[in-house]
């Protein structure tokens, strides 16, 4: 399950803290780095560390929390590079975060990586704004494939793939949209798409 930014920064804290010191930080030492004056804030963030099996309570030790240290049960940890644009194209943004995801979403852990959606355009394919993808980094795609493609080396968009001869169409899946085509020479497959995430 995906992290907060600051729910990440906490985990490596703890890890970090635990692996040069050998026992976990306190509440209160967790709260003073990052600034927190409340301890029930720290105490909400590290509960939702353990709910999303980032954490484990040791039930022997008066500093409880530890990290765990391997994928969280039936999960595959993954990097999170940024955003990709289900509508227009956007600049890509990879800045690596890590989100735990289903173990059968993937098939080949050191291939793949996980993005957010951004946009509107795949939506009758059930992917929407918000969502989290796993994909699997591949260079060519099969014709009718979810990628995720760059555009002229820089635009990110996720997009159906078709190959026409000497010409690509990203094809979007929401009516009100019309594809995108262009020459075969200006279109980079990044990643197929093999799994969906979402947060209610």
């Not at 560390?49 to 240290?69: F, H, I």
Request: glycine share 8%; with cysteine; charged share 30%.
């Amino acid at each position: 399950m995906a992290l907060t930014r600051r729910q990440r920064e906490i985990y490596d804290f703890i890890r970090d803290y635990v692996t040069s010191r050998g026992y976990s930080p306190s509440l209160e030492e967790i709260g003073a780095h990052f600034g927190l004056s409340s301890v029930a804030t720290v105490h909400k963030h590290v509960q939702h560390l353990v709910e999303k099996g980032w954490l484990r309570k040791a039930w022997n030790r008066s500093r409880s929390v530890e990290p765990v240290e391997s994928d969280p049960p039936g999960y595959v940890t993954l990097p999170l590079l940024g955003l990709v644009a289900a509508g227009a194209p956007i600049e890509a943004i990879e800045v690596e975060e890590r989100v735990a995801v289903p173990g059968e979403m993937v098939r080949r852990r050191q291939e793949s990586f996980a993005l957010r959606v951004r946009g509107d355009s795949m939506i009758e394919e059930h992917i929407c704004d918000g969502d989290t993808i796993v994909v699997e980094s591949r260079s060519e795609a099969r014709n009718g494939e979810t990628v995720v493609a760059l555009i002229r080396g820089s635009e990110a968009t996720l997009k159906k793939f078709y190959r026409r001869g000497a010409k690509v169409v990203l094809e979007p899946a929401n009516q009100a949209l019309r594809p995108i085509e262009v020459s075969a020479r200006e279109v980079q497959i990044r990643g197929v798409v093999r799994g969906l995430l979402r947060s209610y």
